[in-house]
Structure formats: C-alpha cells, structure tokens
T-cell receptor, first 112, second 112 residues
Framework: NAGVTQTPKFQVLKTGQSMTLQCAQD?????MYWYRQDPGMGLRLIYY???????DKGEVPNGYNVSRLNKREFSLRLESAAPSQTSVYFC???????????FGSGTRLTVV | DQQVKQNSPSLSVQEGRISILNCDYT??????FLWYKKYPAEGPTFLIS?????DKNEDGRFTVFLNKSAKHLSLHIVPSQPGDSAVYFC???????????FGGGTRVLVKP
C-alpha cells in the first residue's frame, strides 16, 4: 500500500542547475498534481494532469515543466533552478471529490 | 487573490478542550470543502469534508460546519489530544476540474 511515492526526499541545487522530481502512484487514479508549500502560503498548484496524455498549468507554473509519462507517473522538471524555487514539493493523485487527494511525503528542495 | 483564507496562523489549546479552526472563502462556486492535517516531514492527509449543500458533517471528534451565506467554515476538534498537534489546511474543490485550492494553514499545539 505505497500510495504516492516521491523521489528524492531532499535535494540541494545550485542556481542554474536542472533536476527532475519523480512521482508515482499505485492507486489507479486518473488525475495527478504537483504542489509547492511555502510558509504562510499554504499549498499552491504548479501543474496538474487530469488524465494520461494531458497536462495543464496551475497557479504558479513559471519555471517548471511536467511530463505525464503514463497513468502511474508524473514528473516535475526545473530547467534552470532559482533561489525562489526553494520549497517543499508535494505530488498528489486523486479522482474523488469529497475526499480530495492522496499526497506523497514531499521533496524538500533548496536552491543556493 | 487568495480564494481560501485561514486568518489564524497558530492556535494553542489545552488537552481535553475544544479546538476551533476557521476558514473563509470567496468563490461561491466551490462544491466541497475539505480539511487536511499535516505532520512535519509528511504529506497532508485527508481529515474530513463537507458538501456545499450541507451545513454540518461529523466524524468522531471532528466536526465541520459550513455557513454559505458568510462563506465561512470551521473545524471543531473535541476533545483535543496531544496527537492532534499539527498544521491544518482548509481546502476547497470545484467538481468540474477536480482541483483543490488551499488556505495558508493553521498550526495547532495541544498542551498536555
């Protein structure tokens, strides 16, 4: 019963470096999401994928790209990391309405 | 423009007493309202939700109240326990689009 698995759990990048955050779910959900959490800001939606083969921008998409590789996997890429992207990133999946999503345990990213 | 707001960043309560967390929203088109609980270094987990057509939902020690005319909801935890110490996020969902919008969170500390 893994649910939503994110890798890595921690990462430190230098400004300008690139990296990909990986996310996989085993609950057969159609929809997957990437959020970032910053102090006092709650969780803000970066990108989402309503179904395999589709992706859409959320509230804060600038500086990010995503790939819905298949139904299970949804990756988030930072092409040129900036200090403003220092945050905790959460992947989630879910098709339900009254119970929302299931979240992964997060990736803590620091850009120096 | 924050559509979901939690105006109290923190709350401290004695064990056994009631915790009341508040949340305001601006968009009358939300279909569901949800509360998530988050421990440090973990992802948010679903706690309780309420449909926009109801005004109360109860699950054990947790009760959510919805006042649509005031665009306000609250979460009551009775009695509060030390294990309830966490950050609580209010969230709102439109059924079309299936995207959650989160408030900024309220950190609850339950003192033994």
């Amino acid at each position: 019963n893994a649910g939503v698995t994110q890798t890595p759990k921690f990462q430190v990048l230098k400004t300008g470096q690139s990296m990909t955050l990986q996310c996989a779910q085993d609950m057969n959900h159609n929809s997957m999401y990437w959020y970032r959490q910053d102090p006092g800001m709650g969780l803000r939606l970066i990108y989402y994928s309503a179904s395999e083969g589709t992706t859409d921008k959320g509230e804060v998409p600038n500086g990010y790209n995503v790939s819905r590789l298949n139904k299970r996997e949804f990756s988030l890429r930072l092409e040129s990391a900036a200090p403003s992207q220092t945050s905790v990133y959460f992947c989630a999946s879910g098709d339900g309405q009254y119970y929302g999503y299931t979240f992964g345990s997060g990736t803590r990213l620091t850009v120096v | 423009d924050q559509q979901v707001k939690q105006n109290s960043p923190s709350l401290s309560v004695q064990e056994g007493r009631i915790s009341i967390l508040n949340c305001d929203y601006t968009n009358s088109m939300f279909d569901y309202f949800l509360w998530y609980k988050k421990y440090p270094a973990e992802g948010p987990t679903f706690l309780i939700s309420i449909s926009s057509i109801k005004d109360k939902n109860e699950d054990g020690r947790f009760t959510v109240f919805l006042n649509k005319s005031a665009k306000h909801l609250s979460l009551h935890i009775v009695p509060s326990q030390p294990g309830d110490s966490a950050v609580y996020f209010c969230a709102a969902l439109k059924a079309a689009g299936n995207k959650l919008t989160f408030g900024g969170g309220t950190r609850v500390l339950v003192k033994p």
